[in-house]
């Protein structure tokens, strides 16, 4: 069992160095959640679609933990993890017709917006209680090990979840078993009203991984490459039988919590206007046309593009078809109960004889 | 009287206890600076301070076990829970703690918590924002249930809740929050548990509702009377303690039954009321008990009207049994 540390984790010279030739690659999935985050905000807004949770300053937390994973790897998400789908590498027309509800939706318009479940991209369905996910991780982690599959599973939560139940059931199981899973820990100052600070009187929350015996880090949310090097090396930890990580990502949610959330009853614009300093999608833009990957055009080329993309998909979406309406008694089981079957007659007939609509 | 939303006569009902017993506290997430994801507490911990309006951190288990302990020592404590989907982290405490304390330590250590939660569907949100999941705590011998369907008994049976004895689950239909408003009594207005209104009189047949199934109860009514049928509605209030006179009296005069309600139907509380109905006004039926619920399928999003019960299937319904002689 490593020594718990809470500021850093122990080398094993497993992990390798950042690919800095996918750096382009890396940017335009960031500026892509960037524009899908601004324009599901709007739909939102006009009604086109009935709920949105904005991912703003998460973007490079998410693309830098994505590219670190392996496609063989199992993410347990939450629901702000747009970015993460992005890089799994699930389509933009995927994401929205999950937010439309469409007969495409994969959730097949059970789930609010932002609930996904991508089976083909290892991207398990998210619920929205908080923290439920985490022990779903481990479990998933116990089984690879068990049938020596070498993969990580990697959990991704908020600040809020790590005072959820499965938040210490998760920590703790893992550690017991060394299970090969990564917590993610995207801290973003907030749970909704509730500031980082009044969620937990620990430093950091990186710590609480000392107290169960594992590894924590802090690491820069903003900084692409620094998240990547600490998932590459929680991911190396964990397949050479070490056991799991917590990494706590230090990032800042730009926008509301969701749609239905008016920030401006508990947080002072200025505060996040400090924090957009760091924007991370800022950042890297910057930085890439400073050392001359980049130029303005062809930056402004990629936003372009983009947005086109965006706007195609959320075409295609809209146009469509809607869910079929009897679809919602499906699944409940691999095959219905009679008593399903009569509940779903007895709509049928009702809609036969005209008194609902369906 | 004071003409209010359901949320605000639920705010103006915490006011009034703060107000008027300094052990009144509450405690839950985002129920401070913010007033509540529905505004509920709003201006409240401006009020009477952040000892007595408390931000918690992330955990329905920690709010619950410490309004326990805050109970148990003597106070008041008014728990929320920010959805009633989100109340499970705390159904230990709920189910194994509160329900039994009083029971378990022979009457020594009564445990009076109110959990205060919005529930229910209609505001598109899917399976974890909309649930009606009532039964299972009907079920648990020890916890009291209330379920207001308008402005006025919103503040009249928290107020009654929160000077009750026992341990109370108010369960608010968020989907009415703002839709209805009504005439509110000022002050320390109570409304006793166990007592069922009787919304709309009529002789053909009654149809039982609580919560946000109630609007729809009675624009399902005026349809039928608007066909000659005279469908009586009545408010249950409170499931436990239930008001079966009142029920039993409906029932022996319009000799039929409809019972709605949108939890799912397996179990539900509708269950329960049609078994009383069989066993207790079994020679007045004419027609079977029906109900009309949502399905025994978990909440869905995008088809969220086609799940719940509507006027036009509550009146089908009420139709049919009518037409039984
Ligand atoms: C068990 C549970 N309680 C309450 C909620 C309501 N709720 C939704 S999100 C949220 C805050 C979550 O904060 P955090 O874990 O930091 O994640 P973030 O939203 O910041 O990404 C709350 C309280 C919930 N979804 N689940
Ligand atoms: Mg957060």
């Known amino acids: 069992m490593a020594k718990a540390a809470s500021s850093k984790t122990e080398s094993h010279g497993l992990a390798d160095a950042f690919p800095e030739e996918r750096i382009v690659e890396l940017y335009r999935t960031e500026v892509l959640a960037r524009v899908m985050d601004e324009r599901c905000l709007t739909l939102q807004r006009q009604g086109r679609i009935g709920f949105y949770v904005p991912l703003a300053g998460q973007e490079a937390a998410q693309v830098g933990s994505g590219y670190a994973l392996d496609p063989s790897d199992w993410i347990f998400p939450a629901y702000r993890e747009l970015g993460l789908a992005l890089v799994r590498g699930v389509p933009v027309k995927s994401l929205i017709d999950q937010f439309v509800g469409n007969s495409a939706d994969l959730t097949k318009g059970r789930q609010m917006p932002n609930h996904y479940a991508f089976r083909e991209q290892r991207f398990v369905s998210a619920s929205s209680p908080i923290g439920t996910q985490i022990t779903q991780a481990v479990g998933a982690a116990m089984a690879a090990k068990k049938r020596k599959d070498p993969i990580v599973t990697i959990t991704f939560f908020g600040d809020g979840a790590t005072s959820s139940n499965d938040f210490h059931a998760g920590l703790n199981f893992a550690g017991v078993f060394a299970a090969p899973t990564i917590f993610f820990c995207q801290n973003n100052g907030w749970a909704i009203s509730l500031p980082r600070e009044k969620q937990t009187l620990s430093r950091t929350l990186a710590e609480k991984a000392d107290a169960y015996g594992l590894p924590g880090v802090v690491v820069d949310g903003n900084d692409v490459r620094a998240v990547y090097r600490a998932v590459r090396e929680a991911r190396a930890r964990a397949l050479a039988g070490d056991g799991p990580t917590l990494i706590e990502a230090q990032v800042y949610r730009f926008g509301p919590h969701s749609t239905s959330d008016d920030p401006s009853r508990y947080r002072a614009e200025e505060a996040v206007r400090k924090a957009r300093e760091h924007d991370p999608v800022v950042l890297l833009q910057s930085e890439l046309i400073r050392t001359g990957i980049l130029t303005k055009d062809s930056d402004a080329k990629i936003w372009e593009e983009l947005k086109a993309e965006v706007a195609r998909a959320i075409e295609a979406a809209e146009k469509t078809p809607a869910m079929e309406p009897l679809s919602f008694f499906d699944d409940v089981f691999a095959q219905p109960t009679p008593a399903l079957e009569e509940q779903k007659a007895s709509f049928e007939q009702l809609v036969r004889e005209g008194v609902l609509r369906p | ?325």
């Open chain 2, 1 to 325: 009287m004071t003409e209010l939303t359901l949320v605000q006569a639920v705010n103006r009902g915490l006011r009034v206890a703060l107000s008027s017993d300094p052990d009144v506290l509450i405690l839950g997430e985002d129920v401070g600076v913010n007033g509540g994801v529905f505004r509920a507490t709003e201006g409240l911990q401006k009020e009477f301070g952040p000892d007595r309006v408390i931000d918690t951190p992330l955990s329905e288990t920690g709010i619950v076990g410490t309004a326990i302990g805050m109970a148990l020592y003597g106070l008041k404590p008014v728990a929320e829970i920010q959805f009633m989907d989100f109340i499970y982290p705390a159904f230990d405490q709920i189910v194994s703690e509160l329900a039994k304390m009083r029971y378990r330590s022979g009457g020594q250590y009564p445990c009076h918590v109110v959990v205060r939660t919005p529930y229910g569907g209609g505001i598109r949100g899917g399976l974890y924002h909309s649930q009606s999941t009532e039964a299972y705590f009907a079920h648990t011998a020890g916890l009291k249930v209330v379920i207001p369907s308008n402005p006025a008994d919103a503040k009249g049976l928290l107020l009654t809740a929160i000077h009750d004895e026992d341990p109370v689950i108010f369960l608010e239909p968020k989907r009415i929050y703002r839709s209805v408003t009504g005439e509110v009594a000022d002050g320390d207005y109570r409304v006793p548990f166990g007592k069922a209104t009787v919304v709309i009189e009529g002789t053909d047949v009654s149809l039982f509702a609580y919560g946000a199934m109630v609007p729809p109860t009675v624009e399902a009514a005026q349809t039928l009377l608007s066909e000659g049928i005279s469908a009586e509605v009545v408010d249950l209030r409170t499931l436990v303690p239930l008001d079966e006179k009142a029920i039993l009296a409906s029932v022996e005069k319009t000799g039929r039954a409809v019972v709605v309600h949108e939890a799912a139907r397996f179990c539900g509380f509708g269950g329960e009321l049609s078994a009383i109905l069989a066993e207790k006004a079994f020679y007045s039926l004419k027609a079977p008990i029906t109900r009309v619920t949502g399905y025994d399928t978990p909440f869905p999003y995008a088809l969220e009207n086609s799940y719940l019960p509507n006027p036009a299937r509550i009146a089908h319904a009420a139709r049919t049994a009518a037409r039984t002689q």
